[in-house]
């Protein structure tokens, strides 16, 4: 409570602060985003601070040492006495403090400076300084992360202009249409196979990432973003990799076709598996970095096991959701701190987990698809639809029973378990879903999956969390650990079929191309997969590091869109009005909450 007599001078000079304090940080959070909200806001604490002094200018009663009270509760009944110091009558102090409130809402939503070290405005350790962050929060100084955010802003439009065009010209250089004898039905099934993985990748994964609640605009945008680009990036590199592996000439030009493109969006997809565990924690700058670097690995090492081991792997079990994973876990320890794994926002929001869920119902039905596109004709595309199929309903089953069952406390789902491990059993089949598994075998493999990734989400991410690997989304446990598994399922499966290869009549060798000693190609490229996402994820680590030089984001600004998005009126209003509004500094008056208080925005 205030310490002293309270006086219009006293009173008026904290209101005035606290207005001002009000308006700076609102504008440093994008609380308050242009100069009518700011005036609103102000003009609300105006009010409320002219009934207190109106109330208290008749309830005086000359005992300026008995003014300590309360201003929250009733005050006692007093002789309604003048005291000299108050001879002006009420209509003058209004008028005289509707002026002064007026000149401070001027001076808070004009192009004002703010000195960080004036305790007036700011007080207290909590808050920046001038120069670079605060060490203990991390908090930087508005000017400063303005001209930050403008030098990292132009290096992100400089790349996609540059690598755009670059595309435009290879693309018009380098590539031609395909030729495809009219009527074939072949272009119809490959290109809904196509149009299934674009859902999985644009809508699935975009919506699936939106469960962080101030995030929802960066995780589709990301999305966006990492789809268009890493595809068409993604379709160069591969008819490079072609080119080296054939020892075809690069005067040729290549033969575009869909199976390029869904190509591209199995690239993209490995890509958007490492952006879960970044989240909230990273630039434009920083994802379009990602974007350029991880698909040149991801290439890379599709050219080792692939092209030179000819390692199996049908819907990217490896190549896609253990290397991603993998890739992921190493980058975030370079962007992850204290301050982002304890991070006020880094929470789900219940509107935010109902979008996610919808994009895990999307993933969950176009799974099959997924796996299916590229597996042989015939047999082993019908066997890849249903093993995937079998194997996904099952984690279904048994990630929803074990996530009431890890919540004995209460025993109540996780819906964080329900959008990610039931798609486990998807991934579990990624390496061998269009060999001989058997349905039971299907069906198994998805239910142990499944149990597996909820108790990953239970045990392991917090674990990994309090270790500074702060893995957002979890993609160690819907990618990293069932993209194992699923390496070690082909294992096995190569094993069993080197003995009864009839069950393949008579295409044996067109499903394991390295015959009986498949099997320990499959253990090669498992751990050559994971090696080469090591490498790639210290190279891009280091990068997003040179990044932050650039640009940081300000502690405040974690797992937020208003950092680098237009968000509406109604972003953030709730937990920064509290905030802001009742914040009091050391022996200032305390307002009273009103009741109600309207909507300032």
Request: with cysteine; net charge neutral; hydrophobic share 45%.
């Amino acid at each position: 409570m205030f310490k002293g007599p309270i006086t219009e001078e006293s009173l008026l000079s904290s209101m005035i602060l606290k207005c001002i304090h009000v308006i700076l940080i609102g504008r440093e959070t994008s609380f308050i985003s242009d100069l009518t909200s700011s005036r609103k806001v102000v003009q609300h604490l105006a009010e409320i601070a002219l009934a207190e002094v109106t109330r208290l200018r008749i309830s005086d009663d000359n005992s300026r040492s008995s003014s300590k009270r309360s201003l929250c509760g009733e005050p006692p009944e007093a002789k309604k006495t003048e005291d000299p110091t108050f001879s002006r009558n009420i209509k003058h102090h209004e008028q005289h403090y509707r002026t002064l409130f007026i000149h401070c809402v001027n001076m808070a939503t004009t192009e004002l400076k703010p000195n960080f070290k004036d305790p007036k405005f700011f007080p207290g350790p909590e808050h920046a300084t001038d120069h670079g962050a605060n060490p203990a929060t991390g908090i930087i100084p508005r000017a400063e992360q303005k001209d930050m955010s403008i030098r990292e802003a132009k290096i992100f439009e400089i790349l996609i202009f540059v690598f755009e065009t670059f595309f435009i010209v290879i693309f018009g250089i380098w590539f031609t249409y395909a030729q495809v004898p009219e009527g074939q039905i072949e272009v119809h099934r490959e290109y809904g196979y196509f149009r299934d993985i674009s859902i999985m990748v644009f809508f699935g994964f975009g919506f699936l990432m939106t469960f962080v609640r101030r995030y929802a605009y960066s995780a589709i945008g990301y999305t966006f973003l990492i789809g268009a680009f890493v595809t068409q990036w993604s379709v160069i590199l591969q008819a490079f990799v072609e080119t080296i592996a054939t020892n075809n000439s690069f005067t040729n030009q290549v033969d575009l076709d869909i199976t390029y493109l869904t190509n591209g969006l199995f690239a993209s997809a490995a890509v958007l598996i490492s952006l879960g565990a970044l989240l909230g924690k990273i630039t434009p700058l920083q994802v379009l970095i990602l974007a350029i670097i991880e698909p040149i690995f991801y290439w890379l090492n599709i050219y080792i096991i692939i092209e030179k081991l000819e390692v199996i792997d049908i819907g990217g079990g490896m190549t896609i959701h253990l290397f991603g994973a993998t890739l992921g876990l190493v980058v975030t320890i370079f962007v992850s701190n204290d301050a982002t794994v304890d991070h006020k926002d880094n929470t789900a929001a219940y509107n935010n987990d109902i979008f996610s869920l919808a994009g895990s119902l999307f993933l969950f039905i176009m799974w099959p698809s997924f796996n299916a596109a590229l597996a042989p004709r015939g047999l082993g595309e019908l066997r890849a639809q249903m093993n995937t199929f079998l194997s996904i309903t099952s984690s279904v089953i048994s990630a929803i029973a074990v996530s009431r069952l890890a919540n004995r406390t209460r025993w109540k789902f996780d819906a964080m378990h329900v959008q990610n491990s039931t798609l486990a059993g998807g991934v579990a089949m990624g390496v061998a879903a269009h060999l001989y598994i058997t349905p039971g075998g299907a069906m198994a493999c998805g239910f142990v999956v499944g149990i597996i990734s909820v108790l990953g989400y239970v045990y392991l991410t917090p674990w990994l969390a309090n270790h500074r690997i702060q893995d957002v989304a979890g993609i160690v446990n819907l990618h990293g650990i069932p993209g194992f598994i699923s390496a070690f399922i082909s294992i096995f499966i190569a094993i069993g079929a080197h003995n009864n290869q009839g069950k393949y009549l008579g295409e044996y060798e067109a499903y394991y191309p390295r015959g009986g000693a498949q099997a320990a190609y499959q253990v090669a490229g498992t751990f050559i997969t994971i090696g080469v996402a090591l490498v790639g994820g210290l190279l891009i680590g280091l990068g997003m590091k040179l990044a932050i030089l650039i640009n940081k984001i300000s502690t405040e600004n974690y797992f937020n869109d208003n950092p680098f998005w237009h968000v509406p009126t109604d972003y953030k209003i709730l937990d920064s009005y509290e905030e802001f509004t009742h914040y009091r500094e050391p022996g200032q008056i305390e307002l009273p909450r009103p009741k109600p208080i309207p909507n300032p925005l």
